[in-house]
């Protein structure tokens, strides 16, 4: 998944701004005045409450592209609903614009962590599933009171074709951890979430046993392997970018990163054979005039022929089995796990969900990353 970039998008246009998360955004008459990049867009007041839009606030780069093709141009020429791409949401803007009665953001899209916080603030409108009309799932949790999820997307080791062809370089993390038979320079991120996962599935602990996360045995499994680690990587882009660079060999990344690398031309490899497999999740703000319109969106959203569209742009695949049915073979095979693979692994975002659970695991992964 893309980590936040600030973008915006005027629908049914080609008209786009993208500015790194340390960058400036502002709004005005034209694109102008400034505000630091951890908030997102400023819509002034006329702006956010033109008719016929939506605001939304998701992340950018292909995976906003892919949002625009399959999901919000369709749906505006569908329904004349202009929906507007807004940069990243951020949480505390959000409790903000609840409390003040001034919400600017129609739809948004959430960590799946970030969701139990914006749940248990009283930040988030229930879902109203008699207008969003949810298919048969391959995750039940998709369906959640606050948020819905409407793709799939996966963790997984990354690598150049060229240079590490099939059998030199590692499918699984306990073969990620074997630096004698699968020799190389790795990269994994530097924080805790996904990375004391991957230690756990390191070691050979079985997927469904992985949480509660034993967390002082998953740091020794990471000692295993730190000698070994030339980058911890702090950004997604970052991810892929150093195995194309040849700065490493072997990365944690993202599918939808190399899919869309290697429809550019480039001849990158990503293992299926073992993966973690993460929900998106979507949401409404508490507050918000267009509630009405936003559920429409989602509902749009979950229609399987859109879902196998998006999968096909980007390679998230869909989370019901209709939308599943109706993707391409030669994609899914390439880039859909099989929820049947007993090796893969289901994020559980509420474990990481805990309240200070996230910020103290944070400071002890950083502080054993300068031991």
């Known amino acids: ?13 080609s008209q786009s701004g993208i500015v790194t998360r340390r960058g400036l955004l502002g709004a005005g008459a034209g694109i102008a005045a400034a505000t630091t990049a951890s908030w997102p867009l400023i819509l002034t007041p006329g702006r956010a409450r033109a008719a016929g839009k939506l605001y939304f606030a998701t992340y950018g780069g292909s995976y906003a592209d892919a949002l625009d093709e399959a999901f919000l141009k369709p749906f505006g020429k569908e329904t004349g609903i202009q929906v507007v791409l807004t940069g990243a949401a951020d949480l505390a803007k959000l409790k903000v614009e609840v409390m003040s009665g001034n919400v600017e953001w129609d739809m948004i899209e959430l960590l799946p962590t970030e969701v139990l916080t914006a749940t248990h603030e009283n930040l988030l409108e229930p879902i109203d599933y008699s207008i ?48 004698k038979n699968f020799p190389g320079r790795r990269g994994l991120r530097s924080r805790p979430n996904d990375t004391l996962e991957i230690a756990m599935l390191a070691a050979g602990t079985d997927p469904k046993k992985v949480y509660p996360i034993d967390v002082d045995q998953a740091f020794k499994i990471l000692d295993e392997v730190k000698p070994h680690i030339t980058k911890w990587i702090d950004t997604a882009p970052q991810s892929l970018e150093l195995v194309q660079t040849h700065e490493v060999d072997f990365s944690y990344t993202f599918n939808g990163r190399v899919f869309a690398a290697d429809n550019a031309g480039a001849k990158l490899g990503y293992s299926m054979e073992q993966v973690l497999v993460f929900l998106n999740t979507f949401c409404i703000p508490k507050g918000t005039k267009n509630a009405a319109d936003a559920m429409k969106l989602l509902n749009y959203m979950m229609k399987p022929e859109r879902q196998a569209a998006f999968c096909e742009k980007i390679a998230y695949p869909p989370v019901t089995k209709q939308g599943l049915a109706l993707v391409p073979d030669d994609i899914k095979k390439k880039w859909v796990p099989d929820p049947n693979n007993p090796k893969n692994l289901a994020v559980d975002s509420e474990w990481w969900g805990v309240p200070g659970r996230f910020a103290e695991l944070t400071k002890r992964f950083q502080s054993w990353l300068l031991t």
Do not use: C
């Not at 998944?1 to 246009?13: E, F, I, S, W």
């Not at 949810?134 to 996966?154: E, G, I, N, R």
């Open 132 to 179: 969003v009309n949810v298919p048969d799932l391959l995750y039940p949790q998709a369906k959640q009171p606050h948020a819905v999820s409407v793709f799939t997307y996966t963790g997984g080791i990354a690598y150049d074709e060229e240079h590490q062809p099939t059998g030199k370089h590692p499918s699984t993390w306990p073969e990620f951890w074997d630096a």
């Open 1 to 13: 998944m893309p980590d936040r970039v600030r973008r915006t998008t005027y629908a049914n246009t």
